[in-house]
């Protein structure tokens, strides 16, 4: 249980960054549209995003909803399997970002209908976002790094273990 509390903790920190940058952009940015940082590279611009990643599937909130639980409980399913070693911690810290992220989208799906973005790379017109968005992304992409070059078979059956059916056969016979 204390484990559980402890592990609350990276998460409600960085789900409180997300909902406090979003809570700025709307009493600072959406008044005013946009603050130019860098003139031409990298604005902070107001936009109420209806749809998923970069504006698709606009006004699908039903279709949005149900996929954040799943992600959820699918996290904290795993997080619950994952050894509390200091091998495991960059894994751990991945879930923590990647789950601080659906949940700080889905509070803004939920209650105001439409998620707050507001960072916007003007330079190459990329897609408006916000620090959920960073999470969600930069851990996928460290979390598919760390499968690939850092985790082994061993660690793999460590998180989840196979059944020894077989054995517990072949002693009855």
Not at 43 to 59: C, P
Not at 102 to 115: E, H, Q, S, W
Request: aromatic content about 16%; some cysteine.
């Amino acid at each position: 249980m204390e484990r559980r509390i402890k592990s609350l903790v990276p998460f409600c920190i960085l789900l409180l960054a997300d909902q406090l940058t979003k809570l700025w952009a709307l009493r600072v940015l959406r008044p005013i549209s946009a603050i130019s940082v860098i003139p031409g590279i990298f604005e902070l611009l107001y936009v109420e995003n209806r749809g998923a990643a970069f504006g698709i599937l606009q006004n699908r909130q039903w279709f949005f909803l149900p996929i954040s639980f799943v992600v959820l409980f699918g996290l904290l399913w795993l997080s619950g399997k994952i050894p509390e070693e200091t091998r495991f911690h960059p894994l751990r810290v991945c879930l923590y970002f990647i789950g601080a992220g659906a949940v700080g989208n889905m509070i803004d799906r939920i209650f105001r209908k439409y998620v707050v973005d507001f960072i916007y790379f003007s330079l190459i017109d990329f897609p408006v976002f916000n620090v959920a968005d960073i999470y969600v992304t930069v851990s996928a992409v460290a979390l598919v790094g760390l499968i690939l070059f850092y985790y082994g078979d061993e660690d793999f059956e460590r998180i989840f273990p196979k059944k020894e059916t077989g054995r517990i056969e072949n002693e009855r016979k």
